[in-house]
């Protein structure tokens, strides 16, 4: 399943993301291959087959993982995509983005990876720069993208990697309905304008706009992640309503309405796996297609409501 020239489509409407199976508390949870070794089963015999990843999460645990559930399937029935994060690259070595590229591929075991993102903007242009000249020369080179980049960001990226012989290929930010910087800004305008596929995460903000929280039922307070979404429920509550009454016409839930609109806003949503019931939600969203005026609904009661949900890693984006 070689990416080819990647375009909106030829990627499936949907995403899988492994951030919560590398363990580092933002969920709040531990998880074990054995719980997780199901939901990924469901996913793949359901064609969902596009799995994204970083070495940050976990330190290597979530590819790690994520190889052990690959062994067996033939390459071409899956899409990796995965990171190079600034924050871990290990400047001893003579060329760190080699060794990256190396130890990810050995964690998840393969030899080859589809979609290769600059994981943030941290000492922009250094990384891109650095991966293009990498890439350059390279006969399979993956997809490159960049995560957590702005306008600018962006296209200074595009920039060096068409300087190099290369194109940016992918753009991921976080993207919700109560976090629309990256429509606002106009990301979502050139990636369309470019062809380039947009990759959204955080498009049910950790749970938030699952339906499954709410101020009589907060998010547990051992997760990182109750620290920024708690204190807000009653908004989040409120708009949980509005995703409640499209969820009862199309005979959904919640997250599935969530992932619809996200869907619907020419997205590829990255969904977070961790149980069964995970999988049938994203499933399910993709059959539905929300009505233009429902999507104006939804995002005109959220702005109603005057969210502020920049999280720490993007402050410098805004």
Known sequence: MGMGGLTMTKLPKIA??????GNDGTFGTAYTEDQLRPVFDSAMQHGLTLWDTAYAYGIGTAEKTLGAFLKGYARDSFLLSDKLTP????????????????V??????????DIYWVHNAIEAP????????FFENVEHAPIIGVSNHNIGQIEEADAVLQHHGLKLGAVQNHFSLINRFSEEAGILDYCRKKDIPFFSYMVLEQGALTGHYSTLYPMPADAARAAVYNPIM???????????LLADKYKANIAQISIAWAIGKGTVPIIGV?????VT???????ITLTAEEITLL??????????IIRDWEKGMV
């Open 87 to 102: 924050q871990c690259m290990d400047e001893s070595f003579a060329n760190p983005v080699a060794d990256m590229w190396a």
């Open 126 to 133: 250094q990384w891109i720069e650095r991966l293009a000249a």
């Open 234 to 244: 009653d908004k989040i509550d409120t708009l949980n309503l509005s995703l409640k």
């Open 274 to 278: 961790t149980k069964e019931h995970h």
């Open 104 to 113: 990810q591929k050995k964690l998840l075991g393969t030899d080859s990876i």
């Open 16 to 21: 899988l993301g492994t951030w919560a199976w």
């Open 299 to 308: 995002e005109s009661t959220a702005d109603k409501l005057d969210f502020d």
């Open 281 to 287: 939600d994203a499933l399910r969203a993709t059959e």
